[in-house]
């Protein structure tokens, strides 16, 4: 069995490595364009933040383990250019320019995606850069020290950018945030984006929501974002607009994509051709809440997908059951979490949507150092089942997400989630959680 | 209709208020034996460890509201003495002895839980105390400030003694922890007992497992806890060896009792007398996870039985699904919860446990400031269901433990619990949170 992967991050890795525990005998070849494999995308803005901490520190595991302990043949600087599915074989350029190519039993298409850059003029700069892989890391990293950036522009209001926008504070950058649309996160709860909002203004992120950038400009050694009513002045643009699954090689093999570009698999993590596999940022999900199509990149899949991919090589026939959705990110003091499906989503996938978005302490009447948080919960009126939670809050948000998670997975309404038994102790919680508070005023709704 | 209560804490006012909310008219009437009603017991020990704050900071509402907002008869300094089923009647007594009676044509015993004090000679003395109402608190607190208590004795090591162990230390006062049984927390996971008995001794408290008190006495100012081969000098002795059902009224009723003394109840909170219910610490449960009766006095609970006493009363016929026995405690900087079964639980119900402990890390790879984070997590060989899980850490082990919890109630496999998409950002665990660590260590087991 020769089993290769394109792409050597974390779904790709991830497949190589447990096909190799699974296969002993399996021949396992991983290309990857970069000279980077298996690191912590998720831990850049962290890592950006620090300017001790070198960027290699995000590796987690280094090419010469899986070269000499797991005998993988890892092949680094190497660029898939082509797959020609009849042939069973994929077209490789090196660095250098070299062709060649390889063939295979199975194949995995793990190429990640790429931030989305503007056809816009100026997006082509120097200075003007997106976060993606560690290369990117190490040139943003390097840009701010050389250049001694004081100012820097992110171009977007999602995820990666307001946590970039706190490693950027935290290394005492002034920072602007713009974008196009005039709605601050405007998928999310109004309350939960304003309590976002009011902690990106208080820590000096001035917001330019509703400006579409015209084109930057260089303007000696600093920049000019230049659009109709507006034009700022900084050091270094970062874009964080979102991602896309890098699909090129997929297209181009003929094999079949769909939501957002995303290759398109069974729960097997099987594309169109049979032989073919794409598991990770490039490719989609099935959500267990609508049943339908999604396509959200994140890293768990991400590493999920790449392991079912090794079971399914080597005959267990695994199939996942899909995603939630469920993610996490910090900013500033704020834990921000969410789970399954927004009110938009819900509407979308058919349901009529109940809402209801509460105001609660983090810990008990009385306990001292309390904070708020909010619980925006959604459920469905005509099945009564959950369909998605959104919570704010400086403490214990991140893994209070987690329950209702679950209980998307299990298909739970809205009354059987009320009734769980979750655990209650002064320092961390009121008697009845947030989350059940949010469930009992929802349950009033439907 | 006419609606009693006999207690006025947790699930006694829940009942009361919720009552008053689904049945205007209704007469209630809360009969209190103390002065006090309403409050938080389980902010007692963090109150203590703070001299500054009055205890009556921990009452949740004022009896005031519950009067004048509320119009619920709320008799505190009554004692009920006696339930006369048959005339549908509860005799009281005054705290100046004075002696009525009163009609019900719904009841419910709401009496709660008492600490265990032991026979053993010298446990009457003052000094010497246990911890479960707001007088208790109140004792405790001027007993440390009027007899200047340098050096306590805890007796009993679950989660009050522990709780009470920081409380103490924050005080300054030097704390020794006592009781006959040698193991350390016999009922948890070997690893996950040794983290906290670390953390008692790193905190300097002295732990005295294998030692039974033959007495108390007293020795001048202070008392002399005397065993066979062991004398500990002290100004204070806590009693908190565990607590037992307030089942004297309901047992001379001759209401049905089962598990551990508590007052039996069906689903819908209902005694075996048609009029009579019974919720909070003297009650018992469905186990979720065995669908046995269980006796387990939580606070969530309480209040949840409460609430479901009143709308049960109203007509609206809502039988509670039961408990998984999720807590958590907060002890130093460690964070310990639990939901489900503990090994010898599996055992008892029938089950065959697989069980597995992993050591994982509070943040991903890379990301400063993380610490370890114990799972021990238990499943049934035969089904592959999750029975239960056990947890320690520094952080994030209070909110993680809810997720198994809800999986718990869904009757959720390990298989199925692995597939859960849970949130992953590098401040708050690994890719892969060290729950699902446990369960894919678990599912290699079954």
Known sequence: MEFVVIGGDAAGMSAASRARRLMPDCKITVLEKTLDVSYSACGMPYNIADPVREIDDLVVRQAVVFREKQKINLLTGRCATKIVPGENMVKIVTLTGKTTD????????????????????????????????????????????EKNVKH???????YIALEMSEALRERGIDVAMIKPRPEFMPRMDRKIADVIKDTLISNQVALHPGHEIERIEQAGKT????????????????????VEPNNQLAVDAG??????????????????????????????????????KTWIP?????????????????GKNLALPGVAGTSVF????????????????ALDAGFNPAVVTIKSRSRAHAHPGASQIHVHMI????????????????????????????????G??????????LAYAPPFSPVWDPMLTAANQLLKKL
């Open 102 to 145: 390889i063939h295979y039993d199975k194949l995995l298409i793990a190429t990640g995606a790429s931030p989305i850059i503007p056809d816009t003029p100026g997006f082509d700069m120097e200075g003007v850069m997106g976060l993606k892989t560690l290369d990117d890391g190490r040139k943003i990293k390097s840009y701010i020290k």
């Open 152 to 158: 820097a522009t992110i171009v977007g209001m999602g």
């Open 223 to 242: 920049f000019k974002v230049v659009c109709a009513d507006l034009t700022l002045e900084t050091d270094m643009v970062l874009v964080a607009i979102g």
């Open 255 to 292: 094999l079949k994509t769909g939501i957002k570009g995303a290759i398109s698999v069974d729960g097997n993590l099987r594309t169109s051709n049979e032989d073919i596999y794409a598991a990770g940022d490039c490719a989609d999900a099935i959500h267990v809440v609508t049943g339908r």
């Open 298 to 314: 994140l890293a768990l899949r991400a590493n999920r997908a790449g392991w079912a991919v090794a079971d399914n090589i080597a």
């Open 330 to 345: 910090k900013m500033f003091d704020l834990e921000v979490a969410r789970t399954g499906l927004d009110f938009k989503d």
């Open 379 to 410: 459920a469905d009126k005509a099945s009564g089942k959950l369909l998605g939670v959104e919570m704010v809050g400086k403490e214990g948000v991140a893994h209070r997400i987690n329950a209702p998670a679950v209980a998307l997975h299990a």
């Open 412 to 421: 739970m309404t809205i009354d059987e989630f009320l009734q769980c038994d």
